[in-house]
């Protein structure tokens, strides 16, 4: 009796057999933590790593002090474009015009500051004007741009694609069509010099990052733009100020925008026409590829990063193994596609739901 009671006891009729209780909760641990893996922006950063080992093997120079610092100078401009995007593409909009804010902010105070004879309106403004300008306008286009889509009520992809175009014509208009060559310290130290041995393009760049980082995370204004993405209706019910989010992530965009135009003026050392072209895909592709959805409400800086990294490794990959500049542009396009299909379906295993990116 004794010995029937004893094996009679819960878990000691098979002393070998795995503990179901045991074996859920290893599951759920890594169902945790693959979920918030994939919630924080991780997703890229395997694949960034892989590459990074491929570089390595395929060019000697990739793990150089002097190329990695190459990589994040070149994409300092595509990571504060992307940064500002974010903002807009948190609330479910868009903003096509960042492109033309980074061509014509710093255009518009080179015309300012330069002589006639260089190209510019005469004027000839104090040099150290020449940042508040560019960063002005940029803001003030920020702004009109959510003026439009909140008040007037515009189409936000409508009402900034028209404003691309007419800022790339303005572009041409103001300058005559002609670059701004040497256009003053003002533009140009934030692209040129180097701080503590680091680009201060860089040092802005992770600054930028890190402080965007931490109020999407943890301040209420961040808070405030997920929710609005999420669902605008409950938003408003829960008392959040829903027209002044939407306005003030257009003019955080828009100031960002000009801030990246400035480093690339700093850069060329010039105020090109041609300024900013197609860098709107490309910030676009870093988005997607980090994570960000376009229908609004998901997405972290962290995985903007990974996406902004992701295509300044490709690129520098593509360039020191002498591939054609072409094939760099269609590249970048099989990246995004990838990089969609990647996201999605590590959100999809992550939390059992369906995603769209």
Not at 82 to 107: K, N, Q
Not at 169 to 178: A, T, V
Not at 235 to 262: K, P, Q
Request: no cysteine; net charge positive; hydrophobic share 55%.
């Amino acid at each position: 009796m004794a010995e029937s009671t004893i094996n009679s006891k819960p878990g000691n009729s098979n002393p070998g057999a795995p503990k179901s209780g045991i074996q859920s909760g290893g599951q759920s641990k890594i169902s945790a933590f693959g979920s918030a893996f994939v919630a924080q922006g991780f997703t890229m950063y395997p694949v960034l790593l892989l590459l990074v080992i491929v570089g390595a093997i395929i060019a000697p120079r990739f793990l150089t002090a002097v190329n990695l610092i190459n990589i994040l100078d070149q994409v300092s401009v595509l990571g504060l474009t992307t940064i500002g995007l974010t903002f807009v593409v948190l609330i479910g909009r868009l903003d096509l015009s960042l492109e033309g804010i980074v061509g014509f902010a710093p255009m518009l105070a080179a015309v300012m500051l330069v002589p006639a004879v260089k190209g510019g309106f005469g004027i000839e403004l104090p040099a150290w004007t020449g940042l508040l300008i560019a960063l002005g306008t940029a803001g003030l286009i920020g702004f009109f741009n959510g003026f439009m889509v909140v008040k007037v009520g515009l189409n936000p992809f409508i009402s900034t694609l028209g404003l691309l175009v007419l800022l790339r014509g303005g572009i041409l208009i103001i300058s005559s069509g002609r670059s701004i060559y040497s256009p003053g310290e003002a533009l140009t130290y934030l692209g040129s010099a180097d701080l503590f041995g680091l680009p201060v393009s860089v040092i802005l760049f992770v600054v930028v990052a890190i402080v965007v980082g931490l109020v999407f995370q943890y301040h209420r204004y961040g808070r405030a733009l997920y929710a609005v993405g999420g669902n605008e209706e409950a938003a408003r019910a829960a008392g959040i100020n829903v027209d002044r989010i939407i306005w003030s992530a257009f003019f955080f965009a828009g100031l960002l925008a000009g801030l990246a135009g400035i480093l690339m003026t700093g850069r060329l050392d010039s105020a090109v026409t041609t300024q900013g072209q197609g860098i709107i895909f490309s910030a676009f592709a870093a988005a997607v590829i980090g994570g960000v959805s376009l229908g609004g409400g998901r997405g972290t800086i962290i995985g903007v990063v990974s996406g902004v990294l992701l295509i300044g490794v490709i690129n520098n990959l593509l360039t020191l193994a002498q591939v054609p500049s072409f094939y760099v542009q269609a590249s970048t396009g099989a990246v995004i596609i990838i990089a969609a299909v990647l996201t999605t379906v590590a959100s999809q295993r992550s939390s059992g739901v369906k995603t769209r990116t």
